[in-house]
């Protein structure tokens, strides 16, 4: 019975000094250091109050208008427009036209299948985007460094990597007597090639 | 511990670095509360769409996929059109017709294809989301 009596004492709640019973509450002085310290600290939000807070509302605002209707217009047309560039003129020379090259349906559909799939894919790179524009601002809020937001040409530019290889290889085939040019090279070779090629 | 608030602080004793420091924690979390969290709670609502199955940006960007796919069809179309008019020719009744039939089908393939990549790379970003940027969130809070 006083052993229980004992575990219950050691189960109550502690009563510390300056609990409400009259005793002298003791408080520790900030040191110099201390001061300098809390100084720094106060000196070094004001900085980033004043620097940095409207730098990253105003990326807050941008990144909650990354995925509008303008940016997916914009890219998806970036897009097609990168890969029909990239597979030369539509009327490169009459040449072209009386053995067929650009006049066989069969390259318009192709094109538009590929345009299709490179749109599609650079719209999802709009709202991939934005997600990721807003985990960097959630980043942000947790004291960690946001990550490297691509630009709209190059979402545009990668999601027509894929399908210009795609693309390309058929008209390629149908080209061959004109001879093929090299696929995933970039549109700056493409451009290049269009531009001075036979 | 009763009287320990800073009213009650003798002011014989020097704790103006604790007392910036308190006020310091007290305004980056309130800064946080304000600018942060509201960003945190709408990526979190948006990765959880649908009962969490979709991002709530899916419906959107399905008819921009769709949208799309119209538009590059067309174009493609009416290019073939215009490429044979600078040469002075011109499809006749059928050969339009079986035109359209190509690129309808064309088409039809196409939407679904792009409404599949889009449901898929949604699920990516979804799945992204929530292993990444708000798991890392939620392991610091």
């Known amino acids: 019975m006083r052993l229980f009596k004992f575990w219950i004492w050691l189960l109550s709640p502690p009563k510390f000094y ?22 720094v600290a106060n000196q070094k939000y004001d900085y980033y109050q004043a620097k940095y807070v409207p730098l990253e509302n105003q990326w807050m605002d941008t990144v909650s208008n990354m995925n509008n209707q303008a940016n997916h217009n914009d890219v998806s047309g970036m897009a097609a427009n990168t890969l029909k560039q990239s597979q030369g003129p539509q009327t490169q020379s009459v040449g072209d036209s009386m053995t067929g090259g650009r006049l066989q349906r069969g390259n318009y559909v192709d094109m538009a299948s590929a345009e299709s799939n490179a749109a599609s894919n650079a719209d999802m790179g709009v709202t991939d985007r934005m997600l990721k524009g807003q985990e960097g601002i959630v980043a942000m809020g947790q004291g960690q460094s946001a990550g490297a937001i691509g630009g709209l040409t190059d979402v545009a530019s990668q999601s027509v990597q894929g399908q210009n290889t795609n693309a390309s290889n058929v008209f390629d085939r149908q080209q061959a007597i004109n001879g093929t040019y090299g696929t995933g090279l970039g549109m700056a070779a493409a451009a290049g090639i269009n531009k001075y090629g036979s | 511990m009763g009287g320990s608030s800073s ?62 796919n119209s538009n590059v069809f067309n174009s493609e179309k009416n290019q073939q059109n215009r490429d044979l008019s600078r040469y002075g020719q011109a499809m006749n009744d059928e050969q339009r017709q079986q035109q359209g039939t190509q690129f309808g089908i064309a088409e039809s393939a196409g939407a679904a294809n792009a409404n599949n990549t889009t449901i898929q790379t949604d699920q990516d970003m979804k799945n992204t989301v929530m292993s990444g940027g708000l798991g890392a969130a939620s392991g610091a809070v």
């Open chain 1, 18 to 39: 300056g609990g409400g019973g009259g005793t002298t509450t003791t408080y520790q002085q900030d040191n110099p250091q201390q001061q300098a310290l809390a100084n």
């Open chain 2, 7 to 68: 009213n009650s602080v003798p002011s014989s004793v020097d704790m103006v670095a604790s007392q910036k420091n308190a006020d310091l924690v007290n305004q980056q979390w309130a800064d946080y509360q304000t600018r942060f969290q509201p960003q945190e709670a709408n990526l979190i609502n948006e990765v959880n769409g649908n009962g969490g199955l979709q991002t709530t940006l899916l419906p959107q960007a399905l008819a921009q996929a769709s949208a799309d």
